[in-house]
């Protein structure tokens, strides 16, 4: 695994964060903020493009892409594998997923082109842009010339992605996936268009507790390198974990408001499809975006899945450390629950007050908890309905 958010510029880093329950929110610092009603964000802070790229490569990569391929060097480097070496790159995928895509090139230039009626935009600007850049990026800096795409579900972006890459991998179309999600979407724009909906918070996130105002914006990325668990075993891989299942579904009924019977049918499946009962699982990473409507959702959803053993369940959300990623949100989590599994413990739900009666489960509020975890489901939610969810167990 990789990573780059709020909290680090490596997954350990962020994970190390995670863990003592840090909360990366905070001011925003890289634009001014007089126009914002919001002026918090989870942002990378004290991140230098040119001490991870060349200024020539530079004109050719969007902050989302950079933030993708930062996390990709890092999950390719653990992997130990050289994509280049006897055919692999022909026989890996990569699918990355973005809510957005290249949204700080396309708000600068909009900003030339309308608010300095200059009729010439950069020449790069449709390369920086697009949805599928940053898998592009991957792919030809590592070789990787397997099926290769972008998936855009919003904010099940990446959870989406990876659940089709592992497919791919136990289907046998492919033998290894390196995939993820990427998001880097903190402009005077985006801030906006959130505030105009108004489900974001200007204190902080505080998911499942009655004093939660919403949702903070996040960016960064997360990428893994899937490949088929004997194959790593032959091969003296380092395990983190073994992607047991996924399960998505559709809501079908408002483009906002979630309903709960779909979004616990896309947990019963991820179930299903890992082979695992509800008494299996110990850590859910929530989606839990601390909006009025998604937690008390959420709550009951898992409740009508795992009946009386939702009691026994640790359940966290921390978007209340790293924000709202978006297309990027289930791979930052997905570090989380991969943290859980690997170390026993639990990342808290931070900036957490008072409970709500109608978010009734164990949230770890403020503080990790040692706890042995068997096996973890990590879920998305995104706008439009569209709910994907992935089951992870421990590596044996």
């Known amino acids: 695994m990789g990573a780059i958010t709020t909290l680090g510029h490596t997954a350990q880093a962020t994970w190390q964060e995670m863990r003592e329950g840090r909360s990366g929110i905070g001011p925003i610092t890289s634009m001014p903020t007089d126009i914002l009603l919001v002026k918090i964000a989870a942002e990378v802070r004290g991140y230098d493009p040119a001490a991870h790229f060349d200024v020539k490569r530079l004109p050719l990569l969007d902050r989302v892409s950079q933030f993708a391929l930062v996390a990709a060097r890092e999950a390719i480097a653990q992997s130990g594998l050289d994509f280049r070496a006897d055919g692999r790159g022909a026989r890996t995928a990569c699918i990355v997923g973005s809510g957005i895509g290249g949204e700080n090139t396309h708000t600068e230039q909009s900003r030339r082109f309308y608010g300095e009626n200059n009729p010439r935009v950069h020449p790069l600007t449709i390369l920086r842009v697009m949805a599928n850049a940053p898998a592009c990026h991957i792919g030809i800096e590592f070789g990787l010339t397997g099926p290769a795409f972008a998936v855009a579900s919003a904010c099940a972006s990446a959870n989406h992605a990876m659940s089709q890459a592992f497919d791919m991998v136990k289907s046998g179309k492919v033998d290894f996936a390196v995939t993820g999600g990427t998001e880097a979407c903190i402009t005077a724009p985006t801030m906006k268009a959130w505030e105009a909906m ?28 899937l490949e088929e668990y004997e194959h790593a075993r032959r091969r003296g891989a380092t ?9 998505a579904s559709a809501d079908a009924v408002d483009m906002v408001f979630p309903a709960v019977g779909t979004v616990a049918r896309a947990m019963q499946l991820a179930l299903d499809d890992a082979g695992l009962t509800p008494g299996d699982i110990d850590y859910i990473n929530a989606h839990g975006t601390g909006t009025p409507a998604n937690d008390p959702t959420e709550t009951k ?4 899945v795992f009946g009386t053993h939702a009691d026994q369940l640790a359940v966290s959300s921390t978007k209340s450390m790293h924000g709202h990623a978006l297309g990027a949100a289930g791979a930052i989590e997905l570090v989380a629950a991969l943290g859980a599994l690997q170390y026993g413990v639990i990342p808290p739900t931070a900036n957490f007050v008072d409970p709500d009666p109608e978010c009734d ?7 990790p908890r040692e706890r042995s975890v068997r096996a973890a489901l990590s879920n998305s939610f995104a706008f439009g309905g569209l709910n994907s969810v992935i089951a992870l167990k421990k590596a044996s």
């Open 301 to 304: 959803a898992i409740r009508q």
């Open 239 to 247: 395990i983190l974990a073994e992607f047991a299942g996924s399960g």
């Open 361 to 367: 489960l164990d949230y770890v509020p403020n503080s």
């Open 198 to 225: 108004r489900v974001t918070a200007d204190d902080t996130c505080r998911p499942f507790c009655k004093q939660r105002r919403g949702m903070v914006l996040g960016e960064g990325a997360g990428i893994f390198v």
